[in-house]
């Protein structure tokens, strides 16, 4: 009963700050800042979602896959689950389910979203929206070898922490970019996915509301 109680208390804790930390869920997608790396000289970015799962644990943690390391695009980079929008998707939350369930293995009905963190522009033309949903634990996962190797958690903690951050200046066609990278044991967290969960972390601090900005 205890145990319950606590996870009860921490879930309530943790529904207060996302909805302070996020923007609604019917909130325009246009409208929507867009942090990141625009490329110059490409007028429109591919639409892409990711989903930035929260198991609602006594201390939250955050769920992250391996890319597959056969793929031909970012083998064995650290990613959200997520993907280009398909033709029969309604939106970009149906898009970040959608891979959620394809590349974790756990049931789409088990995510609950709670608003959107915003949208970011990779170095690889892409621009991706960022849906945040909390899951109630325990959960199982089950990846699909096809596209992921690996689904693994960060501490939300750990997450928020800022000294837990450096910056790593890397060339992409030709052209240098400073991208953060998340220290970590056992995974190289860096780019896109270092910075939103930079971004979700600063913006869960209690005493911040982002509403207004």
Partial sequence: MAEANQASA??????????????SLEHPIAQLPVAG?????????????????????????????????HLDKHPGQIAFPGGARASDDRGVVDTALREAEEETGIDRNC??????????????GYRMTAVVATVRGPVEFQPDRNEVDEVFTVPLNRVADPDAYQHQQVKYQAQDYQLLTLQHPEHNIWGATAALLYQLGQRLQPDRDWREH
């Avoid at 921490?10 to 923007?23: D, E, F, P």
């Avoid at 000289?41 to 992250?64: K, T």
């Fill in 111 to 124: 995510f609950e979203p709670k608003g959107l963190l915003g949208r970011y522009d990779t170095i690889t």
């Fill in 37 to 69: 790396y625009p490329r110059p000289g490409q007028r429109r970015q591919r639409p892409a979602a990711v989903l930035v799962a929260l198991l609602e644990y006594p201390s939250p943690e955050v769920v992250l896959t391996v890319r597959a390391h």
């Fill in 10 to 23: 921490a879930s309530a804790v943790l529904v207060r700050r996302l909805n302070r930390a996020l923007y």
